[in-house]
């Protein structure tokens, strides 16, 4: 009888899982085609959400073909549309942009404009004008917006959460200590409120980042920088009074929009960005000639193989960044190297391994460049690992610097004793316990953290001294864990150009001596999985991104995720005691 039964459920066990495979594989043959174009095709990009850099690597989002928005999906459909005779115009519909950054809204409106060089119109429709759509549509030839929307626009907000108070209520001490004033990343857990470094670092990015606002949109719109400074004083507008103040061109619902741009005795037909995800590059002349390796550093830096977690998201893993960097050395048709960096930073000692492994990359062949390209962030750690570039391209918006340090633990005793229960231990060697959970630091032991502290932020600064040909003096002074915008920091000489991808990959062709009007082949790490490897990858749960984590994108936003980050504390993903070159937590809107 045990038997017999033990026999079904393996049956159906097995009918389940060839089923599973079978309908995977059905989806593949269904979605995997590319799609038929029209000849008068407007290519619609709907543009949306916490943009990230890469489509995530699961079967779901290798099906719908890239209908995940992502910054290198976007920007490729409108390189493709730039050449592709089918596509007539672009019709870009930013929704509800939810990043708290800038850097990659200014990465995509550099393709748009990039686009129009084809001569195409680009038209934009706002069913919400919330300010990163409008800067993103500010760059269109007509800009709609919805009758029953308002245009959200009104300048920039900075808020910081701080945790001393409540962390005081249930008895833990947040034992952390910096290197540098505006290494602020620890005052979310020891302060109540802001530090003078503190503000003054937030004022100036926020400034900066609404002075990029304002000459975005001037030019969009071709106004004056002091008129739409005016106008973002008046801000929120009615949809009426936009259109009667320039801001937009017209006021419809979407289906007048379509019927608005139809051509006299032509009929364009819409094209979704979606099935245009399905054409490739080469098939319209594009990604094909010298190779180009493209390594993608999106995420939190750590220790060990890359992988995800539900609150921090996307792990760049030392491990795994090194072995792509040890498989690019051996591959002598590849020309240069573009470091692709979206990253607060993290351990230091990961950020340390893939710096050296790059040092190793750029000795060992000189005549091939490595050029970084920054996106969103590329702070602290973020920034450590661009040094060996031989130039660094960041956006204007882009968050940067941070060079500093800091580490420590945070103790739990206050709540045991709150608890009234009680952590006895034993322990041979003087300092065995200086990472004990239940008692801050004695004297000695907190000299030992910030000798290994101090250590390595002299290391950090001598690095960039030598990266940037400077000295560790004048390094010192833009260091002591300050944050840049990329356009500040390129004043301050710790970059060397703005500008996106598309940039950094002129540069490297340049340096690498290709023809700057030739095409390239880039040749993108992490390597696309085929569609049997993601499914390998699901059913044995090696796959990224857990169920936990699906759920926490799809039903927080990106302010209610950063601030569980907060309470977490940034040590929880780290060894213990391990020093962290971790940007602040910022939130901007």
């Given at each position: ?62 099906l719908s073909g890239g209908r995940t928005p992502t910054v290198r999906g976007i920007v490729d459909n409108l390189r493709k549309a730039g050449v592709d005779e089918r596509v007539h115009s672009v019709l870009l519909r930013p929704t509800g942009l939810t990043t708290p950054y800038w850097g ?160 006299p005795g032509r009929s364009d037909s819409s094209l979704d960005a979606e099935d245009y995800g399905l054409v490739s590059l080469r098939s319209l002349g594009l990604n094909r000639g010298p190779r180009i390796a493209v390594i993608y550093t999106a995420g939190t830096i750590a220790s060990g ?275 962290l070159a971790l940007m602040p937590f910022t939130f901007l809107r």
């Amino acid at each position: 009888m045990k038997r017999r039964t033990f026999a079904i459920i393996f049956t159906v066990i097995g009918v389940v899982f060839f089923l599973t495979i079978g309908g995977f594989v059905a989806l593949f043959l269904l979605f995997g085609r590319s799609p038929v174009i029209p000849s008068h095709a407007r290519l619609t990009l709907r543009i949306g959400g916490d943009l990230a850099e890469m489509t995530p690597g699961d079967v779901v989002s290798y099906l719908s073909g890239g209908r995940t928005p992502t910054v290198r999906g976007i920007v490729d459909n409108l390189r493709k549309a730039g050449v592709d005779e089918r596509v007539h115009s672009v019709l870009l519909r930013p929704t509800g942009l939810t990043t708290p950054y800038w850097g990659k809204v200014q990465e995509i409106r550099d393709a748009v404009m990039d686009f129009k060089k084809s001569g195409k119109p680009v038209y934009a429709y706002l069913e919400y004008g919330g300010d990163r759509d409008y800067y993103l549509a500010s760059v269109a030839d007509k800009v709609f917006l919805m009758p029953s929307s308002p245009l959200d626009v009104t300048g920039v907000a900075t808020y910081e959460l701080f945790l001393r108070g409540t962390l005081d209520k249930i008895g833990v001490v947040a034992d952390l200590h910096h290197i540098g004033d505006y290494k602020t990343a620890s005052n979310t857990f020891t302060e109540k409120g802001f530090t003078a470094a503190h503000r003054e670092m937030d004022a100036s990015l926020n400034r900066d980042l609404y002075e990029q606002i304002v000459q975005g949109i001037a030019e969009g719109r071709k106004k004056s920088e002091d008129e739409v400074r005016r106008l973002l004083d008046q801000g929120p507008f009615l949809p009426e009074d936009a259109l009667r103040a320039g801001l937009v061109d017209d006021v419809a619902y979407e289906d007048q929009v379509s019927q608005k741009l139809e051509a006299p005795g032509r009929s364009d037909s819409s094209l979704d960005a979606e099935d245009y995800g399905l054409v490739s590059l080469r098939s319209l002349g594009l990604n094909r000639g010298p190779r180009i390796a493209v390594i993608y550093t999106a995420g939190t830096i750590a220790s060990g193989p890359s992988g995800y977690d539900p609150l921090e998201g996307t792990i760049v893993g030392s491990d795994t960044i090194i072995e792509y960097i040890r498989q690019i050395r051996k591959d002598s048709s590849v020309r240069a190297i573009v470091l692709r960096i979206d990253s607060p930073g993290g351990s230091a000692a990961a950020s340390d391994a893939i710096w050296r492994e790059l040092m190793i990359a750029r000795k060992e062949r000189e005549d091939r460049p490595i050029i970084a390209s920054m996106s969103d962030l590329a702070a602290s750690g973020g920034y450590y690992v661009a040094l060996p570039a031989h130039a660094i391209v960041a956006q204007p918006a882009t968050l940067t610097g941070s060079i500093g340090i800091f580490g420590g633990k945070f103790t739990t005793g206050g709540v045991y004793e709150k608890l009234s229960a009680r952590v006895d231990s034993v322990s041979n060697g003087k300092n065995a316990e200086i990472n004990s959970p239940v008692r801050p630091y004695n004297a000695e032991e907190r000299k030992k953290v910030e000798e290994q502290l101090h250590a390595f932020y002299d290391q950090f600064v001598e690095k960039v001294a030598q990266s940037r040909k400077s000295t560790p003096e004048k390094i010192n002074q833009l260091a002591q864990g300050r944050v840049w915008t990329g356009r500040q920091a390129k004043e301050n000489g710790l970059v060397d150009a703005l500008g996106g991808l598309g940039s950094a990959l002129a540069l490297a062709k340049q340096q690498a001596k290709i023809d700057a009007r030739s095409e390239v082949e880039l040749v993108v790490y992490p390597p696309a999985k085929s569609f049997f490897e993601l499914l390998a990858d699901q059913l044995s749960g090696t796959g990224g991104q857990t169920a936990f984590g699906a759920v926490l994108s799809s039903n927080l936003s990106p302010a209610e995720v950063e601030v569980l980050r907060a309470i977490r504390g940034p040590l929880s993903m780290f060894r213990r005691g391990e020093p962290l070159a971790l940007m602040p937590f910022t939130f901007l809107r």
